[in-house]
């Protein structure tokens, strides 16, 4: 019993700690915001939203609305379609570069060590692909959205690029750590029959990350649906362009109309994205 | 110690292998799907590489260096970045009160099925806990599904620029993700402790506090703190719609072609989002 009182009692003081810490944090940030939660809760303000919503009732549902909707579904659509795809082609072959275990170190060099000069070549080559991996993902997607537009003008092109960029860095760094945490029983086994290092990685490495490898991509698949949307705002087209017209000319009942649209091909995207995932792992 | 292997894993395939379409059908809809969208989002590689590309690129990356490093504007930024950091601890924090009441209600262990509700009538079940349970779904499918952006312009109309509508728009879009997080984490809940607490007679709040709350708790905890890494992103992008912080800024620098003042915002933003994830992480390795 002692002990377990024991314990039990740093543990009571790290969360005591922490959820002061927090509250602190909390009462911080709400001053620096002026958000009061009073008057967050109060009548006023739900009526105050309730006022807002209710104004959006009903959806424009007119043939032009709808089908002006739908079009800028299919090219949000196109766009993180085009993006993700985009994505993994830059993060792959960067994750690849910038995976330690594949590049100098580790199980698939130490029957046969690299030459010196070789192996500085190599880190070098791996500290430049994780640098390029950092630039990528520290830079958010509008950013680089507003660049492309500056580089080749406006439309859904520049979204693809942003997207493909940004997501690229994302998922070189995911797939980094999964090509990093693969079962070295198998590749152990491979080299005791002799395979070279290409061999390993094509049939060691590559078949055990595969699955993880497809459902990160999906998984940012689903990120980058609502994230090409946004591209729109800075000109490049798709639902946010619409949503953005809308709501700067108090287009109500057409704003809803587009909020329907980003709701479904959302949900739509995430329930055939789980699927497939459930699927594969 | 050791296995002797039964079977070569491969088996576990051999069933659907040959047999199943699928893999093809899929393969065929995505080839179909990616030249579809290639011609819909009017994708023309060449013009990146045309003498006009080039030429912006170049200004562009000349005009970033070097970054704008004066005191001045280092101490004129020093408010919008700790405003960043500020959106996203309060949109997380209302993310939270929002995620959990509609994030209990939308477990259907806790809210209508299961040991819990074992004794309870089939029509009270129905009233009680199945219609809050697909009414907090709904919601909570409504408010992920919309981008938080569109969130933030929206709030941005109704309350006027500033972090205020930035809070609000991480809240709610963030309180739909969390609330089906913590769903699913309560969901899958082993089910053992919870039946013995039951069949010691314990009530159903007893049961939740004592059974539910200490399992699910480190990872309610990691999530969270994941979601707030999320919003410190979010929290930049959000002021390009005018909800404050260092987006807000991006967005002004940007406009007025000062690329080295753009430069050392992201530079700023990197150093953010780095010292948020390190800290998180370092909470989440300790919890988990």
């Not at chain 2, 499918?141 to 972090?163: C, H, N, Q, T």
Request: charged share 15%.
């Amino acid at each position: 019993m002692a002990t377990v009182q024991s314990a039990a009692r740093p543990a009571a003081w790290t969360a005591l700690w922490g959820g002061a810490v927090v509250a602190a944090l909390i009462v911080w940030a709400s001053y620096g915001t002026q958000v009061d939660l009073g008057t967050l809760a109060s009548a006023e303000a739900w009526r105050q939203m309730w006022t807002y919503a209710s104004r959006l009732f009903p959806p424009d549902l007119s043939p032009a609305a709808v089908q002006d909707a739908a079009r800028g579904a299919v090219e949000t659509f196109a766009i993180s379609l085009l993006g993700s795809v985009l994505a993994v082609l830059i993060g792959l072959p960067l994750s690849l570069l910038g995976t330690r275990s594949l590049v100098f170190r580790g199980l698939l060099y130490e029957a046969r060590p690299l030459p010196p000069a070789e192996k500085t070549l190599r880190v070098l080559v791996f500290a430049a692909a994780k640098a390029v991996l950092n630039v990528l993902r520290t830079v958010p997607e509008i950013v680089w959205a507003m660049i492309f537009v500056f580089m080749v003008g406006l439309g859904p092109f520049p979204g693809v690029l942003a997207l493909g960029v940004h997501t690229g860095g994302v998922l070189g760094k995911l797939f980094g750590e999964v090509l990093e945490g693969v079962e070295p029983a198998p590749l152990e086994a491979l080299q005791a029959t002799g395979a070279g290092r290409f061999r390993i990685l094509v049939y060691g490495v590559l078949p055990q990350a595969l699955p993880q490898l497809v459902a990160y991509a999906l998984y940012r698949w689903e990120v980058n649906i609502r994230v090409a949307a946004m591209m729109g705002f800075v000109g490049a087209g798709g639902l946010g362009q619409r949503i953005h017209i809308a709501i700067s000319l108090f287009h109500e009942h057409q704003l809803l109309t587009l909020l329907l649209a980003i709701y479904l091909i959302v949900t739509v995207v995430d329930a055939f994205s789980a699927y497939l995932r459930a699927r594969l792992l | 110690m050791t296995r002797i292997p039964t079977a070569p894993p491969a088996d576990r395939f051999a069933a659907s292998r040959g047999k199943s379409a699928f893999p093809w059908i899929l393969t065929a809809a995505f080839v179909a799907s990616v030249a579809f969208s290639l011609r819909e989002a009017q994708v023309q590689p060449g013009v990146l590489f045309d003498r006009q590309a080039a030429a912006n690129v170049a200004r562009f990356v000349a005009g970033m260096f070097p970054p704008q490093l004066s005191p001045d504007f280092l101490a004129l930024m020093l408010r919008p970045a700790v405003e960043t950091l500020q959106i996203s601890v309060m949109g997380t924090f209302i993310a939270v009160l929002i995620g959990i009441p509609l994030g209990l209600l939308a477990t259907s262990s806790l809210s209508w099925s299961g040991v819990l509700h074992e004794r309870a009538s089939r029509r009270g079940r129905w009233l009680l806990g199945f219609v809050p349970y697909a009414v907090s779904r709904a919601v909570l499918s409504v408010f992920r599904a919309i981008p938080e952006y569109v969130w933030a312009f929206m709030f941005v109309r109704a309350v006027g620029l500033g972090p205020f509508p930035g809070v609000l728009a991480i809240g709610v879009a963030y309180g739909g993700m969390l609330g089906k997080v913590y769903s699913e984490i309560l969901e899958g809940v082993g089910p053992r402790p919870l039946e013995t607490l039951h069949a010691a007679g314990a009530s159903r709040g007893a049961i939740v506090l004592y059974g539910v709350v200490p399992q699910a708790l480190p990872n309610v905890i990691a999530y969270t703190l994941y979601r707030w890494e999320c919003a410190i992103r979010a929290s930049a992008v959000l002021g390009f719609v005018g909800a404050g912080g260092l987006g807000q800024q991006i967005e002004l620098s940007m406009r007025m072609f000062q690329f080295d003042e753009v430069l050392t915002l992201l530079g700023i933003l990197f150093l953010l989002v780095a010292g948020v994830d390190f800290v998180s992480g370092r909470i989440r390795a300790r919890v988990a």
